[in-house]
Nanobody
Framework: VQLQASGGGLVEAGGSLRLSCAAS????????MGWYRRSTGKQRELVAA???????EYGNSVKGRFTISRDNARNTVFLQMNKMKPEDTADYYC????????????WGQGTQVTVSS
C-alpha cells in the first residue's frame, strides 16, 4: 500500500487548507484511513480518522474545525481544515490500516502545514 499526500502549505491563522491522500497498491482490505500530525517537541497525535461505514473520529484539539471525508471510489481521504490556529502547525501524515479505530500500518510521507499568527 502506498499513500501519496498533498495539500500542505502556509496559511494565516483563521484560514483554511485541504489535505488529500490517495492510496494505491494492494488496497482491497484497507478499511481505515486518516491523518496524524507531529509538531516540534510533541508526540504524534491523531487528527482524524474514518473507516468504511464508520463515523469520523477526531482529536480533541480539532473538533469542530476539521472535517475528514473519503472518496472510496478513488481510494482517497481528505482533510478539510478550517479556522486554523498556529498550534495546528505540524507535519501531517496520512495513515491507513485494516482495523477500524486503531492506527494503521501504512504511512504516507509527511506534508508540512504552517499556520502563521
Amino acid at each position: 500500500v502506498q499513500l501519496q499526500a498533498s495539500g500542505g502549505g502556509l496559511v494565516e491563522a483563521g484560514g483554511s487548507l485541504r489535505l488529500s491522500c490517495a492510496a494505491s497498491g494492494v488496497i482491497g482490505s484497507i478499511t481505515s484511513m486518516g491523518w496524524y500530525r507531529r509538531s516540534t517537541g510533541k508526540q504524534r497525535e491523531l487528527v482524524a480518522a474514518l473507516s468504511i461505514g464508520g463515523t469520523p473520529e477526531y482529536g480533541n484539539s480539532v473538533k469542530g474545525r476539521f472535517t475528514i471525508s473519503r472518496d472510496n471510489a478513488r481510494n482517497t481521504v481528505f482533510l478539510q481544515m478550517n479556522k486554523m490556529k498556529p498550534e495546528d502547525t505540524a507535519d501531517y501524515y496520512c495513515n491507513a490500516g485494516f482495523t477500524p479505530g486503531v492506527e494503521g500500518a501504512f504511512w504516507g510521507q509527511g506534508t508540512q502545514v504552517t499556520v502563521s499568527s
